[in-house]
């Protein structure tokens, strides 16, 4: 039997979400999915890079921007019941809820939030290497976490669209529909024209007002790729440093962890001091 | 007596039909992608081995659901003649794909694939087949019935799948709101007591929804020999049916355009080449062939 439902009492199901323990073994069992998104994410980009013209390479751009904003929405809803534990659903947001986080993260997350949001501990020993790596380690995911909220907000119309009913017009069919000569619609036809050599595809969406086109840039799946690495080692080390196991004999086990995307430019002085002083595994 | 309707201005004709259909055709497109994507992911999940076939067959079964919802969307939107060039419209076929809650009757299918017309076809189509229209009627009622039949048994697969995948595939596409854990809740039939038990299980993913009521609905999936048979039997519906679907509205398109040069004055007959009727009713005889052949020349004669 693939698929088993399981109805909680309200009784149980208070039990179950108020059970630290649940929630112990839901983020610290969520490398699974972290593996599986950055697999998939890593197989659509190869497919996107075959240096055969393939058709369905416009196809795989959308798939990989597609996930790259199901990625920050793993952040975003984690985020949310960060915030607030009582969140009725586990784990889970609705579209309206993470519009509304996305838009107040877009201005603005404290660096401290962002930094407890990794579940990083702060050392207590005082030395200014130390203090200036975790400074910049903060910043880091400061900027992440705004960068992935613009990212969201930026692309989720056309994955909502891509996802539920991917219906539009080709570059040249507007002309087709509209045959009054209007010259506004003349002028973006040929600049589209020019441009379509160095794009991977035009789509239209026909509204109201007329015709809206949607460029897809070649380096789309690309950054699309890379925001999902980068919102994956943030899941590693949220999901690494729930529970840390203080006995255990392997450093990565017991150690807070603090993933590359975190310590790229960071002096050598600096990574030292955060093993030395701060009691951090470094992952390579 | 009603005054007889006045034909559209081919500006009319371009707004309200050939851009649904240009919409439809490019739609389809994208779902033939999105097959051939699933088809891949399918193929991956098999060739996987221990952990990594589990979350591979959970890619495959979350945008297998996609696939199922893209699908019935489609359905709803030639079934209920949808003006999908506004968007409340297209957002309405969400609901009615959601709100479908029982597969539906056979004529929700024959208004789809408009087999009705081929009920009320002219004497004239007969005459110039030179087959006799008792019998060629006979025939193709047959056809329609075990294409009816078929298309059934297809949407129920298609539905069912959708509605069984449906909290798995929400929570994967909403953050991977999935985790691999066994929940289990147990009554003791003596003395009444329940339990509750959760512990890591890298074979299943479970996601959580509390209902109004302030139950949990706990829904576990075990990717499987099950879930993969599932995906598969979607994946053959879909292979089976969009390259008619894309057929079918192609010929639409054909036809409006053809109706638009009638409009314009460049074309002699405002009649175009008609829909091309697509049939699910495979293995066909030879009488059945034959009627099939003698219609499709009859609208290759008259274009």
């Not at chain 2, 995948?165 to 709101?177: E, S």
């Not at chain 2, 854990?181 to 009444?192: I, M, P």
């Not at chain 2, 996601?207 to 829904?219: H, M, S, Y």
Request: proline share 7%; glycine share 4%.
């Amino acid at each position: 039997m693939s698929i088993r439902q399981v109805l909680l009492p309200p009784r149980f199901s208070r039990a179950l979400h108020e059970n630290p323990n649940t929630e112990n073994l839901a983020i610290s069992a969520w490398e699974d999915v972290a593996v599986s998104v950055q697999e998939l994410s890593a197989a659509l980009r190869k497919q996107l890079e075959d240096p055969v013209d393939r058709a369905d390479k416009p196809y795989m751009a959308r798939e990989l921007i597609t996930t790259a904003v199901e990625t920050i929405e793993i952040l975003g809803s984690a985020l949310l019941r960060f915030r607030n534990p009582e969140h009725r659903q586990f784990h889970f947001a609705s579209n309206d809820e993470l519009t509304t986080l996305f838009a107040a993260i877009a201005q603005e997350i404290p660096e401290d939030e962002a930094l407890d949001f990794l579940r990083l501990p702060r050392p207590s020993h005082d030395d200014p290497k130390l203090a200036a790596a975790l400074q910049h380690i903060g910043k880091r995911a400061q900027d992440f976490l705004i960068d992935f909220a613009g990212y969201w907000q930026a692309n989720i119309q056309s994955v909502r669209w891509f996802r539920h009913y991917p219906a539009c017009l080709a570059w040249n069919e507007p002309p087709i529909i509209d045959t009054s000569n209007n010259p506004e619609l003349t002028r973006i036809q040929a600049e589209i024209k020019e441009r379509l050599p160095h794009l991977l595809e035009v789509i239209v969406h026909p509204d109201e007002r007329g015709f809206d086109y949607e460029p897809l840039e070649p380096t789309a799946g690309r950054l699309a790729a890379g925001i999902t690495r980068v919102a994956i080692q943030v899941l590693y080390m949220i999901s690494g440093n729930q529970v840390l196991e203080p006995r255990s004999t392997d450093p990565s086990h017991r150690l807070p962890k603090v993933f590359p995307a975190f310590t790229r430019e960071l002096p050598a002085e600096q990574l030292d001091a955060l093993q030395r002083w701060g009691g951090y595994f470094l992952v390579p | 007596l009603s005054p007889e309707p006045k034909p559209p201005t081919a500006q009319q004709a371009r707004e309200n039909w050939l851009l649904r259909l240009f919409l439809l055709e490019n739609l389809l497109t994208y779902i033939e992608l999105r097959r051939a994507f699933v088809d891949h992911l399918a193929r991956r999940a098999a060739g996987a081995a221990d952990r990594r076939t589990a979350a591979r067959r959970l890619d495959a079964a979350c945008h297998a659901w996609t696939l199922c919802d893209n699908l019935l969307s489609v359905y709803e939107t030639l079934a209920g003649k949808i003006n999908i060039t506004q968007e409340s419209q297209r957002r309405a076929i969400q609901m009615r794909v959601s709100g479908r809650t029982t597969t539906p009757n056979v004529r929700f299918h024959k208004t789809i694939w408009l087999y009705h017309q081929l009920t009320k076809l002219p004497d004239e189509v007969f005459h110039r087949s030179q087959i006799d229209r008792t019998h060629a009627e006979a025939i193709l009622n047959q056809l329609i019935e075990r294409s009816c039949t078929t298309l059934r048994d297809h949407y129920a697969t298609i539905a069912n799948y959708h509605r069984k995948y449906r909290d798995i595939a929400r929570a994967y596409k909403h953050g991977r709101a999935l985790f691999p854990l066994q929940v289990t809740f147990e009554t003791d039939q003596a003395s009444g007591q329940s339990r509750l038990n959760a512990h890591v299980d890298h074979n299943v993913v479970t996601a959580f929804q509390r209902n109004a009521d302030g139950t949990e609905t706990v829904t576990t999936l075990t990717p499987d020999e099950e879930s993969d048979q599932d995906v598969d039997g979607v994946l053959r519906i879909a292979a089976e049916q969009l390259p008619r679907l894309r057929a079918y509205i192609a010929s639409f398109r054909t036809s409006c355009e053809a109706y638009i040069g009638w409009l314009e004055g460049s074309q002699p007959d405002p009649i175009g080449p008609g829909p091309t009727f697509c049939f699910f009713a495979e293995p066909y005889s030879p009488e059945e062939e034959g009627v099939m052949q003698a219609l499709r020349s009859k609208r290759t004669s008259s274009t």
